[in-house]
Structure formats: structure tokens, C-alpha cells
């Protein structure tokens, strides 16, 4: 079993059995929610210095921080090219493949995940956010989509526009949870490629935990029952969807979080969001371990 890894940017995580934590609460605000790239290349350099041969999961608080999964997935090139692949699978109510002018941010990761030449797709899971639709196209990074790199699994969006550009093959949508996860393991079923596993937790409803976004309509068992499916493909996981709050000092970021509808959440109501993420992300992580994980 490798220890999990608490990248600490926002202090929201809380205590994990056996985790090493990394103290980044100094990137906190530089790199939260978007950064420019030569910034983001020095939080590479710094976690090329810090991170071990080998780990477990790794938890890295807010989905504010999604973005640095493509570091750890890059990381992944000194055991993977294009003819020895590894597919991305990411829980997320959001498709994290928007463009974005300023560098990179939370939700245009997935875009440079999907042109690594060792990743062959990017799957992104329960995405229910309108983020998808026709008023939203304009915003799609549309290469990843047309090349066959990456596939939406969504619900409740009308995604009809992408039939008439020549992506319906690139949307998956169903009518409910349970079949859109029945669907994806099927399709998972003859694959024996590895897998990196990404979960931000806004891809749950709101009855099963709280977030700062917009959420989706998982439930627990949805996640588990595919880590479980998954487990023996499984090479390396990351974890985000927790909550915290912050007061960018960039006015220009605090105007781009404006957009996404964040709310402001009251301490006391913050505290106790927090103790039920913190119960999931054992729940998680225990489910994680149980998994090849193995990074460099």
C-alpha cells in the first residue's frame, strides 16, 4: 500500500491515515482557480522536488485546484508513451475542457491532458453542468472532442447541437445515474489499458455531500462501484471537491469566480461541510488503496 499525499493549498482537507502532507498554502493564492503558465511551471518544478518515487492518492482540496492533476498526470510519461497508453477517467459535474486566455485554470485542464501523446481518451463522468450546452459551445475546446481524445457522460443537458456538428460520438447521455455508470463500465469492460482516476466531488448530489459548485446527480456507490470495477487497471488517483473560502487578492480572478455563482458559506455551515468531506475522503482513499497505485 503507498501512502496518500495532502497537497495543502487551502486547509481543507483535514487528517488522512498514513498521508504525507506537503505545506503549499503559499501557492494558495497564485495558483487557486487559474494561474498563468510560467506559474504553473514553478509549481511543477517544486512538486518534482517534493513528491516521492511512489504514492497512493492524492487530495488536494478545493476543485479550485483541479487544474494541478495535469501535473501528476504528466509526471506519468516516464512510464507511458503512445504505443503503452493510459486512459483518464474523470468524476466531474463540469467538462474542465473551457478555453481559457490567461494560462490554464480549474476547468481547461482536461484540453492538455487529452493532447499528451501517452494519453489515448479522457473520459469525464456526471457532468449535468450547462457548461455542455448550446449557450456554452462558443467555450469547448472542440479538437479534443473531434479527435476522438475525449468523450462527455452527461445528463439533463441538451447537447442536440453536437449531433449537428459531428460529435455525437463524443457525448454520452442518459437518463439517469445508474445508467450512465452501468454504461461506461460496459464500455470499460474489454479494455485492459491503465487508468489515472481523477474524482472532484461536485459530481455528487447535494443530498450525499456539499461543495462550492454547481453539483451533479452521483451518488457514493456510483464512484465506489466503479473503483471497484476498475481497481486492478487503476495507476494513479486524485481527489478534489473540498470546501473552503477565499478571497483571491487578483481582482481579475475574483471577477472570473464571480461567473461560476460560488456562494459565500457561513463559518459555522463551512465546518460542518467540511467534516462529512473529510468522512468521504476516507471513505475514498480506503477504496483507492486497494488499487495498483504507483507514481513518479
Known sequence: ??????????????DIKDALT????????????????????????QLEQLLPETYGTVLMGSGDYHHITLLLIERLK???????PIQVVVFD?????????FGIHCGSWVSYVAQLPFVSHVHVLGITSNDIGVAHLWENR?????????????????????????????????????????DFLFHQYHSSQPIYLSIDKDVLSEETIRTNWDQGKLQTYHILDSISALSSRII????????????CKSWWKRLL????????????????????????????????????????
Open 236 to 247: 494513479g488517483s486524485d481527489i478534489t471537491g473540498d470546501v473552503s473560502s477565499w478571497q
Open 93 to 101: 459535474n463540469h467538462p474542465d475542457n473551457m478555453r481559457y486566455l
Open 22 to 45: 506537503f505545506d503549499l498554502t503559499d501557492w494558495q493564492d497564485s495558483i487557486r482557480f487559474g494561474c498563468s503558465m510560467s506559474k504553473y511551471k514553478e509549481l511543477a518544478t
Open 142 to 182: 472542440l479538437r479534443p472532442l473531434l479527435g476522438n481524445k475525449l468523450s462527455y457522460w452527461c445528463m439533463d443537458v441538451d447537447t442536440s447541437w453536437a449531433k449537428r456538428l459531428g460529435l455525437g460520438k463524443a457525448f454520452h447521455h442518459f437518463n439517469s445515474p445508474d445508467e450512465l455508470i452501468a
Open 1 to 14: 500500500m503507498y501512502s496518500p499525499i495532502i497537497l495543502n493549498f487551502d486547509q481543507s482537507i483535514g
Open 78 to 84: 516516464k512510464l507511458y508513451n503512445p504505443k503503452n
Open 257 to 296: 469566480s464571480s461567473f461560476d455563482g460560488q456562494p459565500v458559506v457561513p463559518i459555522e455551515t463551512l465546518q460542518q461541510w467540511q467534516i462529512a468531506q473529510q468522512k468521504l475522503n476516507t471513505q475514498l482513499v480506503e477504496a483507492l488503496s486497494n488499487c495498483h497505485n504507483h507514481s513518479l
